[in-house]
């Protein structure tokens, strides 16, 4: 029983990583940004670079967001795009 305890909370834990998808296309006016979910995941590999707490949907995520947060880390870890056509593609 003592080890199931463990192995059943690192299943829960790490069942909504297995369950995001691979590539998300995100609907943008200036053309819709392709985000590699699981380039990032291998790269940064800690979820809370992202999301605030848990794994799921980011809450607030949007333009503001993005372009604070994504194109933010872009230029600190000199990584990334930073360009707006570089994102956006229509």
Known sequence: MKRIIPLLIATMVSAPIA???DTMIFPS??????????????????CKNCH???PGKIA???KDYAHKTCKGCH??????PTRCGLCHRK
């Open 19 to 21: 369950m995001a998808a």
């Open 29 to 46: 006016k200036n053309g819709n940004v392709t985000f590699n979910h699981k380039g990032h995941t291998d790269f940064l590999k800690d």
């Open 52 to 54: 605030d707490k848990t």
């Open 60 to 62: 607030n995520f949007g």
């Open 75 to 80: 230029e600190v870890r000199g990584r990334g």
